[in-house]
């Protein structure tokens, strides 16, 4: 069974940083392009950004309201990805969710989310 | 940028057939923009579809397809059941970057 287990949530004020994992299970890691989704509460579904395959050189592209600011990484080793979010705005709050995209073995799936609160 | 759109509501009977369409300002839709639809009931986390347009996960029900329809993406919903009733979601690819439409609010009545 695959699993995606998102933690590192939490509350955080205007300007900080926060660091989120997906840890994933039952897939290979590996093969598996991954991104990162978030949710403000009460709204809708905002793509934050993506990180392809090793093989494909692990490239990396963003949403524009957070380029510049956050960073994802990948760690095939410890078959987990991460979502480094620098100069954190109050409207980063949000559930952010980790998610498989594509199809195939690796693709479709959706971790239960971690919500990030930025507030002073 | 381009704005992705999605009719904010609709309604269908119990066992009736309803079409979402996903539209985009930059221009017709193709299998370029590799759509996909995703399904979130509250309190949930959101749950993949639709791939690439067509494509079906193995959890998908067979009553939700995928196409494309007049310069949109659409997802159909034949024989309508009451747990369809949620939010849906469709996310086009532009050159890499995503981009989901504001959703729409499926009711089953």
């Known amino acids: 069974e695959v699993q995606l287990v998102e933690s590192g949530g939490g509350l955080v004020e205007p300007g900080g940083s926060l660091r989120l994992s997906c840890a994933a299970s039952?897939?290979?890691?590996?093969?598996?392009?991954m991104t990162w989704v978030r949710q403000a509460p009460g709204k809708g579904l905002e793509w934050v950004g993506l990180?392809?395959?090793?093989?494909?050189?692990?490239?990396?592209d963003y949403a524009a309201p957070v380029k510049g600011r956050f960073t994802i990484s990948r760690d095939d080793s410890e078959n987990t990805v991460y979502l480094q979010m620098n100069s954190l705005k109050i409207e980063d709050t949000a559930v952010y969710y980790c998610?498989?995209?594509?199809?195939?073995?690796?693709?479709?799936?959706w971790g239960q989310g971690t919500l990030v609160t930025v507030s002073s | 940028q381009a704005v992705v759109t999605q009719e904010p509501s609709l309604s269908v009977s119990p066992g009736g057939t309803v079409t979402l369409t996903c539209g985009s300002s930059?221009?017709?839709?193709?299998?370029?923009?590799?759509p996909y639809w995703f399904q979130q009931k509250p309190g949930q986390a959101p749950r993949t579809l639709i791939y690439?347009?067509?494509n079906k996960h193995s959890w998908t029900p067979a009553r939700f397809s995928g196409s494309l329809l007049g310069g949109k993406a659409a997802l159909t919903l034949s024989g309508a059941q009451p747990e369809d009733e949620a939010d849906y979601y469709c996310?086009?690819?532009?050159?890499?970057?995503?981009?989901f439409g504001g959703g729409t609010k499926l009711t089953v009545l």
């Open positions: 998610r498989t995209p594509r199809g195939g073995p690796t693709g479709g799936y």
């Open positions: 039952g897939l290979t890691f590996g093969d598996a392009w």
């Open positions: 990180i392809k395959t090793k093989t494909l050189g692990g490239t990396t």
């Open positions: 930059a221009g017709a839709v193709t299998s370029g923009h590799w």
């Open positions: 690439d347009t067509i």
């Open positions: 996310l086009l690819d532009y050159s890499g970057a995503g981009l």
